[in-house]
């Protein structure tokens, strides 16, 4: 049986916007409804960028169900359910799907870790709970564990396994892993700096920071390369390589959310241990978004 794709192009690691009582959720629909106004191809809400790790239980829940509810089936919605407890990943996930999200992405336990025999343990139990496609994500920069990519092979015919984010850098470590898993699982890059490179490799795509500030750009990208066109998809990573190291000159998502109170979406607002970006990181950001016209 062919697996569903959940989507092909730019997926937004949405922000999650707060506010001094909590979450900002008139902000976060504004953020929800220019998305998919501006032609982006999915959504993720409560991964890295939506700051997870500091929502609460309720809030987690809560936020996954109103993104379903606000995109109201016009793209799909992956809901990020990862967790270093196992029980709480499994019980995200369960109430994820029964929300209506269109998939999941369950990140690699942190600081317990694991070993690989670990981790297959672990995706095999959460995708047998899930009634969606699940993605994994692979960060090894926060998480302190990578997917090898045996790994991956020993997961790729899980029927509810159908991609994975891959956030790790290593392009040899890629090229082996998709040497493997071409043609069972879809390969979505988790660095904006690495899209081109990802998708000559086979990818299906980017989760992607960048596209909170600038999905209808970042789309072009994917469309160019899909369309053939991998020299002008080329030029464009090229064009806004500087705006995306600056939104990674601090720790993600410091200065995604900075750039984003720059555009009116919200306020800059963070949970600790995350703190407002450093005032000279801030200037460049903004000058490098005037030179592109978005403030």
Not at 44 to 73: K, M, P, Q
Request: with cysteine; glycine share 8%; proline share 4%.
């Amino acid at each position: 049986m062919e697996k569903k794709r959940i989507f092909k192009g730019v997926a937004t690691a949405l922000i999650t916007p707060f506010n001094d009582n909590g979450i900002d959720y008139e902000s976060f629909g504004k953020v929800i409804d220019w998305q998919i106004e501006s032609g982006i191809d999915a959504l993720v809400v409560c991964g890295t960028t939506g700051e997870a790790s500091t929502l609460t239980d309720d809030e987690h829940r809560e936020v996954i169900a109103f993104a379903v509810n606000r995109s109201a089936g016009k793209i799909p919605v992956i809901a990020g359910t990862g967790s270093n407890d196992t029980a709480y990943a499994l019980d995200l996930t369960k109430r994820a799907c029964e929300y209506g999200a269109d998939g999941v992405l369950v990140v690699t336990p942190y600081y317990n870790k694991c070993t690989q025999k670990g981790l297959v343990a672990l995706f095999t139990a959460i995708a047998d709970a899930a009634t969606v496609p699940v993605i994994l994500y692979n960060v090894p920069s926060r998480t302190g564990i990578n997917i090898e990519p045996k790994t991956y092979a020993a997961l790729a015919d899980h029927p509810n396994i159908t991609g994975f984010k891959e956030a790790n850098g290593n392009i040899s470590k890629i090229v082996e892993t998709m040497s493997y898993v071409h043609g069972k699982l879809d390969m979505y890059s988790g660095n904006d700096d690495q899209i081109v490179p990802l998708l000559s490799l086979g990818g299906s795509g980017v989760i992607s920071v960048l596209s909170n500030i600038m999905p209808a750009e970042t789309k072009m990208i994917c469309d160019e390369f899909f369309a053939g066109n991998a020299e002008k998809a080329a030029l464009l990573q090229y064009k806004y390589h500087s705006v995306i190291d600056a939104l990674f000159s601090e720790v993600n998502p410091i200065p995604v959310k900075a750039a984003m109170n720059e555009m009116g979406f919200c306020k800059d607002i963070l949970r600790l241990p995350l703190t407002n970006m450093e005032q000279p990181n801030r200037e460049r950001l903004a000058a490098l978004m005037k030179g592109l016209n978005l403030i």
